[in-house]
Nanobody, 127 residues
Framework: QLQLVESGGSLVQPGGSLRLSCAAS????????VGWFRQAPGKEREGVSS????????NYAGSVKGRFAISRDRAKNTVYLQMDSLKPEDTAVYYC????????????????????WGQGTQVTVSS
């Protein structure tokens, strides 16, 4: 059974950077598409970024394109989300999620397509 654990959330000033980690156990992430999602208070969960199995394709929400970067470290069985130029509107609980698939095309950002979830990590952007 795949298990995901997020870490790296923190309080950061606007314009700052954070790197979130999603560490997997129970299975190799090579066979999974992995996505990062976020949920702010009173809002629906939204897709932020995703990477296909083996990392051949990535996808970004328009609101983070050019500021966030997703990557995989196969040796560490971990997916990262590098977040730069953070804004107050990036404040949310960030979750990583995975779906087992051999599809290597553009990975989806719809939360309902993922079936393994971590517990989330809080990111707060504030001065």
């Amino acid at each position: 059974q795949l298990q995901l654990v997020e870490s790296g959330g923190s309080l950061v000033q606007p314009g700052g950077s954070l790197r979130l980690s999603c560490a997997a156990s129970g299975s190799t992430l090579d066979y999974y598409t992995v996505g990062w999602f976020r949920q702010a208070p009173g809002k629906e969960r939204e897709g932020v970024s995703s990477v296909s199995s083996y990392g051949s394709s990535t996808n970004y929400a328009g609101s983070v394109k050019g500021r966030f970067a997703i990557s995989r470290d196969r040796a560490k069985n971990t997916v990262y989300l590098q977040m730069d130029s953070l804004k107050p509107e990036d404040t949310a609980v960030y979750y990583c999620a995975a779906r087992r698939t051999t599809y290597s095309g553009v990975p989806p950002l719809r939360p309902e397509t993922y079936n393994y979830w971590g517990q989330g990590t809080q990111v707060t952007v504030s001065s």
